[in-house]
């Protein structure tokens, strides 16, 4: 299986900050990279799709970037309802696998 | 708007069977490949399986191979999870997901809220 290691899995920030998350995998896949957005008792949210592909409705502060084994999602602009934890999940083999999930909490 | 919403979750214990059903609303359910993904408690994610939206192709996690049976109804809109043999390893809260066509390409663009399951004697 597809191990993805995200970094850090806590992060701290500040309403108007920028902020980066890392998902790394233990074998290329190449851009087949997904993001997705979970708030406590809430369904996921889907946010990117091919390492940098914006799903239409998701605010243009978040991006996403990457091949291969390293890859980052970024919040040009922490805004209030961006707190959340966000997971990285592979789709390049069979079983598709997440990553350990980010933790996006108040400074 | 798509809409989907998991239902049959409970409390089963080790060896027994539970099915899980997910309604779907809002798109037009044949045309989409759906999954099911699961959560244990304050826990990550784990892919558990996925069927094509015609129905003809399935696929699942080692984890669950064996024990667990996807299908889906398109006259009635609602995928199912067939769970037999249950471990207590497979205590989580189950989700259904959309994907982006019929298709299986990894990804799920809609998800539901969940419902939980807990196997425990």
């Known amino acids: 299986d597809i191990q993805m290691t995200q970094s850090p899995s806590t992060l701290s920030a500040s309403v108007g900050d920028r902020v980066t998350i890392t998902c790394r995998a233990n074998q290329s896949i190449y851009t087949w990279l997904a993001w997705y957005q979970q708030k406590p008792g809430k369904a996921p949210k889907f946010l990117i799709y091919?390492?940098?592909s914006l799903e239409s409705g998701v605010p243009s502060r978040f991006s996403g970037s990457g091949s291969g084994t390293e890859f980052t999602l970024s919040i040009s602009s922490l805004q209030p309802d961006d707190f959340a934890t966000y997971y990285c999940?592979?789709?390049?083999?069979?079983?598709?696998?997440f990553g350990q999930g980010t933790k996006v909490e108040i400074k | 708007e798509v809409q989907l919403m998991e239902s049959g979750g409970g409390l089963v214990q080790p060896g027994g069977s539970l099915r899980l059903s997910c309604a779907a609303s809002g798109f037009t359910f044949s045309n989409y490949a759906m999954t099911w993904v699961r959560q244990a408690p304050g826990k990550g994610f784990d892919w558990v399986s996925t069927?094509?939206?015609?129905?003809?192709?399935?696929n699942y996690a080692d984890s669950v191979k064996g024990r667990f049976t996807i299908s889906r109804d398109s006259s009635n809109n609602t995928l199912y999870l067939q769970m037999n043999s249950l471990r207590a390893e497979d205590t989580a809260k189950y989700y259904c997901?959309?994907?982006?066509?019929?298709?299986?390409?990894?990804?799920?663009?809609?998800w539901g809220q969940g419902t939980l399951v807990t196997v425990s004697s």
């Open positions: 091919k390492a940098s």
């Open positions: 069927i094509s939206g015609r129905g003809d192709i399935t």
């Open positions: 997901a959309k994907g982006p066509d019929h298709y299986d390409h990894g990804y799920y663009d809609h």
């Open positions: 999940q592979q789709y390049n083999d069979y079983p598709w696998t």
